[in-house]
């Protein structure tokens, strides 16, 4: 173990920090509404910061970077499609399903929000919908552990295996303790540590060679493609990259923030501090990356997706490195957490509340919740055990997951009037579906992200169905338009 007193004195500190903030939720918490989803009463700038955290996570500051070290600009395509993505996101569908969920029955998760939309008796829909939660969440939360062990492995010398379990200890013990407030309050602390530390490290890399064009020509002579945008880029490769951005309608982690908002009028405010934080915290990413191919250019690394961490410890002294590394846990952590409250919330009020225990109190769904978390970090860790797994594959393939299953479900539930509970259950599961065997074909076929034919299939699936037999219900029309009432009025 590399013993590195003031880097691990810093490190400790915020992790006593966040670990204060837990305890300080878990008093404010006092039933499952606020363990899921923190009694809506979130803030504008809450909102916003979780939003950012939750989503960017240690792809931001490993996975990104190291794609840009290794392959040069092409890679920023990625970004570009995601603020787009999170753009439309934020306009078209964070008011809407604020406000329809509330209205259906005051729905706390996805699962519910969906039957409750489509009055689904027969209960299909939100056990479909739990499966595919649980299933794509796993490899999502393995994506983040595997972040977690790579930035202790290089930071403090510890054995993978070790480092993956010491990640998982901290972050399960503030989210099982302080659930969703706990989650949304260290995410707001995580993005501004985030937004620092993307910030600092080029700007250092650039400034201290004292001309930002000798950088520049440096990166080129080392790679000379490196600052083509399109380099080795075919034009699917192209629209895979900008495909990103379709994820953003199905992601249960981001949609619950816009649940959780303690009013629809907050939401305008809460976009502009959450684009303008990505715009920068992007910028910061890609920045990162390409000074690493410059500073890095006579000794190449090893694993690419630790270049913000090497060029952390090489750039500054301990103390500043140790808050550098805080923040990139930070990023981890700020996903990882979000996603076992998700999956625990899935567990104990679309599972156990409506299939095991109908009569369960709020304290035994609360005991239930913090035990789900334990269970699905447990199975996370048996993926994220494999030394090889790398942080951008396991996102991806949770992202296309999430996007091309609940993505058009989404959508089309916000906006269509006739659409049916059979045509959500029929775009579900051929969106899931698509991904899981597109994503193991392994470019047979075409060299397409899974996401676009899972979003595409899916899509078509649902208004095919629901033009054939739309919606008749009384019942099920009467409270879309009702919706459709408070939302002009939001």
Known sequence: MNFNLPLLVTFIAYLLGILYVGIKAYRRTHDLGDYILGGRKLGSVVTALSVGASDM????????????YLSGLSEVWIGVGLVIGAYCNWIFVAKPLRVYSQHASNSLTLPDYFENRFNDRSRVLRLLSAVVILLFFT?????????????????????????????????????????????????????????????????????????????????????PQSTDLFANLTLLGWVSLMAWGLGYVGQPHILARFMAIESPAKLESARRIAMWWMIIVLLGS???????????????????????????????????????IAAIFSAIMSTIDSQLLVSSSVISEDFYRVFIRPQAS????????????????LLALLIAGDRESRVLDLVSYAWAG????????????????????????VGMLLGAVTVVVWSN???RIFDLYEILPGFAFASVAIITISLLKPEENDATLKQYDSAQTLLATA
Request: proline share 3%; net charge negative.
């Open 57 to 68: 996570s240690g792809w931001l500051l490993l996975g990104l970077p190291g794609a840009i």
């Open 139 to 223: 490899f999502y939360t393995a994506s983040g552990l595997v972040g977690g062990a790579i930035l202790f492995e290089n930071s403090f010398g510890l054995d993978y295996s070790v480092a993956l379990l010491s990640g998982a200890f901290i972050i399960v013990s503030y989210t099982f303790i302080g659930g969703f407030l706990a989650v949304v309050w260290t995410d707001a602390i995580q993005a501004l540590l985030m937004l620092v530390a993307l910030l600092i490290a080029p700007l250092t890399v650039f400034t201290s060679a004292g001309d930002s064009a000798g950088v520049w020509q440096q990166i080129q002579v080392v790679n």
């Open 286 to 324: 890609i920045a990162t990356g390409m000074a690493g191919i410059a500073y890095f250019s006579d000794q190449p690394l090893d694993n690419p997706e630790t270049v913000f961490i090497a060029l952390s410890q090489s750039l500054f002294n301990p103390w500043i490195a140790g808050i550098i």
């Open 362 to 377: 709020e304290k035994e769904l609360l005991m239930v919740s913090r035990a789900a978390v334990i269970a699905i970090a």
């Open 402 to 425: 999430f996007g091309a299953a609940f993505g058009p479900v989404i959508v089309f539930s916000l906006f269509w009037r006739k659409m049916t509970a059979l045509s959500a259950v």
């Open 441 to 443: 074909l392994n470019g």
